[in-house]
């Protein structure tokens, strides 16, 4: 079964400029949760998405922004990006698929590393 | 809110030997998990083992296994016969358990970066 996948791996932006991050969860994976992981803050929740919803969301900026499709993919929106938005970025799938028990545990994404100019 | 603490910032074994990662969490929840995650040089975010706080037998996966203290809110990770492969990242996390199901955010440690020498 394929992994959580997503795009691009690498980004160059400038400052003020926006970003779109895409991530596909784990065929029947319903929740999708993005996290931004920094040498100075590690990593962080940035929200949560399930059945197109965001149900948890971290303490970041409204220029922090992200939505869910009826396929469970997601995507997050950066605005008028700053320097300190430089991350890597992660999402990570949930759901029910293979042992029931494991159905709350995350599974993560090789990333999306991102540079602002 | 949650905090998770790695007090452990970088540790250095040689192959073969048995390596004990710390983790200490502070939280007024009763219902959680807690997970160790590896992220090698790569990036990628792997899981290595879980546990559900209602739980009192430590989880065990292959050459890994856990100390799970609630009491004490300590949740250690040990590696045997340890591995050139196993250098990387470690990442202690912690997850509230929501009633409807799904995921709610993960708390993580500042993590550990474990170095196997050869």
């Known amino acids: 079964k394929a992994g959580v996948t997503q795009t691009p791996r690498y980004l160059i932006k400038t400052r003020g400029q926006q970003v779109t991050l895409s991530c596909s969860p784990i065929?029947?994976?319903?929740?999708v949760s993005w996290y931004q992981q920094t040498p100075g803050q590690g990593l962080q929740f940035l929200f949560e998405?399930?059945?197109?919803?965001?149900?948890n969301k971290g303490n970041f900026p409204g220029r922090f922004s992200g939505r869910q499709f009826s396929n469970s993919r997601s995507e997050m929106n950066v605005s008028t990006l700053e320097l300190g938005d430089s991350a890597l970025y992660l999402c990570?799938?949930?759901?029910?698929?293979?042992?029931?028990?494991?159905?709350?545990?995350?599974?993560f994404g090789p990333g999306t590393r991102l540079l602002v100019l | 809110a949650q905090t998770v603490t790695q007090s452990q910032p970088e540790m250095s074994v040689q192959e073969a030997e048995t390596v004990t990662l710390s983790c200490t969490y502070d939280?007024?929840?009763?219902?959680?998990?807690l997970f160790w995650y590896k992220q090698p040089p790569s990036r990628q975010m792997i899981l290595v083992i879980r546990?559900?706080?209602?739980?009192?037998q430590n989880a065990t996966e292959n050459r890994f296994s856990v100390n799970f203290q609630k009491a004490a809110k300590s949740f250690s990770l040990k590696i045997s016969d340890s591995q050139l492969g196993d250098t990387a990242m470690y990442f202690c996390?912690?997850?509230?358990?929501?009633?409807?199901?799904?995921?709610?955010?993960?708390?993580f440690g500042k993590g550990t970066h474990l170095i196997i020498q050869p």
């Open positions: 990570a799938s949930s759901g029910i698929s293979g042992r029931a028990e494991y159905q709350e545990t995350q599974y």
């Open positions: 065929s029947g994976h319903r929740s």
């Open positions: 998405y399930f059945s197109e919803t965001q149900r």
């Open positions: 939280t007024s929840e009763n219902n959680y998990y």
């Open positions: 546990q559900e706080a209602y739980k009192q």
């Open positions: 996390a912690f997850m509230k358990r929501e009633s409807g199901g799904g995921a709610d955010g993960l708390t």
